[in-house]
């Protein structure tokens, strides 16, 4: 039974920085995936970044309405995985998600439907 639980989120102004973390329980770090995702109100969830490890590499992918300014990230010892945020935009205001899944292939990364854990989510409020 995997449990995925985020924290991090708060209001900033934009062009700050945020780390939000997910804390995971019940999966394991050094296979799979693992992915942020938003959902702003009245938008689809959307995915932000996603991270697979299997085979002794890690890849790393980003919608491109992040990239160069998100950073994901995870540190297998703490069971922990975690999404940089700086230069935030108002645009990036969401609910923020990290989900978990331990199938051995990158296919839909940063699809809702490739996962099957979630989390609760945590805000992220910027303000212009």
């Known amino acids: 039974w995997v449990q995925l639980v985020e924290s991090g989120g708060g209001s900033v102004q934009a062009g700050g920085s945020l780390r939000l973390s997910c804390a995971a329980s019940?999966?394991?770090?050094?296979?799979?995936?693992m992915g942020w995702f938003r959902q702003a109100p009245g938008k689809e969830r959307e995915g932000v970044a996603g991270?697979?490890?299997?085979?002794?590499?890690?890849?790393?992918y980003y919608a491109d309405s992040v990239k160069g300014r998100f950073t994901i990230s995870q540190d297998n010892a703490k069971n922990t995985l975690y999404l940089q945020m700086n230069s935030l935009k108002p645009e990036d205001t969401a609910m923020y998600y990290c989900?978990?899944?331990?199938?051995?292939?990158?296919?839909?990364?940063?699809?809702?439907?490739?996962?099957?854990?979630w989390g609760q989510g945590t805000q992220v409020t910027v303000s212009s």
């Open positions: 989900a978990a899944d331990d199938r051995s292939s990158t296919a839909g990364i940063l699809r809702t439907s490739r996962y099957k854990d």
């Open positions: 019940g999966y394991t770090f050094t296979s799979g995936c």
């Open positions: 991270i697979y490890t299997g085979s002794g590499r890690t890849f790393y």
